[in-house]
């Protein structure tokens, strides 16, 4: 079945400094890619998706591009701010109703 | 606008009693899912529905009933509930037509079973 492969963290990061958080992903076919965060005692967020190969989805300084050949859908960053501190998840969707099938979330804590 | 709303925030079970957790959305939205969470881990899906009257299973549907009678609700039934069942659930619900729309997320229900 379809899965995603997130890098572990947790991730702690001074402020400015950039960021990168690996995901890759198994499926049939080319499916729609997104980035969730999760901020501290709420639910998830769209940050960002990207719908086919080539795609660069972007969003707060956030950007993923959609790499078919490596199958990857890496976030980055450039300089991450301390507001930024959150849980972030990469899915993928698939299926009749469109499930999203989610990694296993990274972690971030940026410091001042 | 409230979006997706959940209740109750946190609750906690004996072994073996029965809850209902309540999930409703006020964006017209055919689509609505059910996932589970668990420490450090991934959002699994429970359960799916397309629309008014039509639900299916996901990837962990045991321990677990839903309904779907109308468009805006659709409550998760735990019966007999176990250890295992410790969990933040989230509710979420989305669009149809096209395709790859965004997933809206409630704040989700902790819920601890002892």
């Known amino acids: 079945g379809d899965s995603v492969t997130q890098m572990e963290g947790p991730v702690t990061l001074s402020e400015e400094a950039c960021l990168t958080i690996?995901?890759?992903?198994?499926?049939?076919?080319?499916?729609?890619l997104f980035w969730y965060v999760q901020y501290p005692g709420e639910g998830l967020q769209l940050l960002l998706k990207?719908?086919?190969?080539?795609d660069k989805g972007s969003n707060k300084g956030f950007e993923a591009t959609y790499r078919k050949e490596t199958t990857s859908f890496h976030l980055e960053k450039g300089s991450v701010q301390v507001s930024d501190s959150a849980v972030y998840f990469c899915?993928?969707?698939?299926?009749?109703?469109?499930?999203?099938?989610f990694g296993s979330g990274t972690q971030l804590t940026v410091l001042p | 606008n409230a979006g997706v709303t959940q209740t109750p925030k946190f609750r906690i079970l004996k072994i073996g009693q029965s809850m209902t957790l309540q999930c409703t959305q006020d964006?017209?939205?055919?689509?609505m899912y059910w996932y589970r969470q668990d420490p450090g881990m991934g959002l699994k899906l429970i359960y799916y529905?397309?629309?008014?009257?039509?639900?299916d299973k996901g990837e962990v549907p045991n321990g677990y009933n839903v309904s779907r009678s109308t468009t805006e609700d659709f409550p998760l039934r735990l019966e007999l509930a176990a250890p295992s069942q410790t969990s933040v659930y989230f509710c979420?619900?989305?669009?149809?037509?096209?395709?790859?729309?965004?997933?809206?997320f409630g704040p989700g229900t902790r819920l601890t079973v002892t």
């Open positions: 979420a619900s989305s669009k149809t037509g096209g395709f790859s729309y965004e997933q809206y």
């Open positions: 690996n995901c890759t992903y198994t499926a049939t076919g080319y499916p729609s």
């Open positions: 990207a719908t086919k190969a080539d």
């Open positions: 899915a993928l969707e698939s299926g009749s109703a469109r499930q999203l099938t």
């Open positions: 964006m017209n939205h055919n689509y």
């Open positions: 529905s397309v629309g008014a009257g039509i639900t």
